[in-house]
T-cell receptor, first 110, second 111 residues
Framework: DAGVTQSPTHLIKTRGQQVTLRCSPI?????VSWYQQVLGQGPQFIFQ???????GRGNFPDRFSARQFPNYSSELNVNALLLGDSALYLC?????????FGPGTRLTVL | GIQVEQSPPDLILQEGANSTLRCNFS?????LQWFHQNPWGQLINLFY???GTKQNGRLSATTVATERYSLLYISSSQTTDSGVYFC?????????????FGTGTLLAVQP
């Protein structure tokens, strides 16, 4: 069975631009969560979606938004990019509690 | 919010040695997971272990929920075990399934 997939794998943007990251969960998983990992730190929770509804939001500005589609895939959008948004963005899916992570999208903001 | 502390922060081993990584958490949890992050950033699930003991090959883990800690044991280490090991927890209560990660243990296994 396929694991969690994310696209693109790498992305380079300039300050002020907008970016959209995509995630497809494991088949049968209805919950998708997004995390940001900056260099040298553990991942930080951004959003959780379940059945297309936002279940939780971490301590991130309103420039960050997300949505989940009827097929349970998800998009993370970041507007007005800042240099500090450079990070590895990880998507995870879950059936109940255990979360499984995708390979991540590495975003570089210049 | 719940705090997660991992120790040691760094560990250097010779191939074949054994090691123990520790994770302390500050509140009751309904989820505790151990991950290995490889050099490409992929988080690989090692154990889902909110309580009890599990073993998978050379790896085993024990969580003592009443004392709020978990241990990850690596036996007969190999160079491919190198990388960062994270403990992550989700506390009881609320509708959000949110993992709080520790700061990780950076393991280097030398041949």
């Amino acid at each position: 069975d396929a694991g969690v997939t994310q696209s693109p794998t790498h992305l380079i943007k300039t300050r002020g631009q907008q970016v959209t990251l995509r995630c497809s969960p494991i088949s049968g998983h209805k919950s998708v969560s997004w995390y940001q990992q900056v260099l040298g730190q553990g991942p930080q929770f951004i959003f959780q979606y379940y059945e297309k509804e936002e279940r939780g939001r971490g301590n991130f500005p309103d420039r960050f938004s997300a949505r989940q589609f009827p097929n349970y895939s998800s998009e993370l959008n970041v507007n007005a990019l800042l240099l500090g948004d450079s990070a590895l963005y990880l998507c995870a899916s879950s059936l109940v509690f255990e979360q499984f992570f995708g390979p991540g999208t590495r975003l570089t903001v210049l | 919010g719940i705090q997660v502390e991992q120790s040691p922060p760094d560990l250097i081993l010779q191939e074949g040695a054994n090691s123990t990584l520790r994770c302390n958490f500050s509140d009751s949890v309904n989820n505790l997971q151990w991950f290995h992050q490889n050099p490409w950033g992929q988080l690989i699930n090692l154990f889902y272990i909110p309580s009890g003991t599990k073993q998978n090959g050379r790896l085993s883990a024990t969580t003592v929920a009443t004392e709020r800690y978990s241990l990850l044991y690596i036996s007969s280490s190999q160079t491919t075990d190198s990388g960062v090991y994270f403990c992550a927890v989700d506390s009881y209560g609320g509708a959000t399934n949110k993992l709080i990660f520790g700061t990780g243990t950076l393991l280097a296994v030398q041949p």
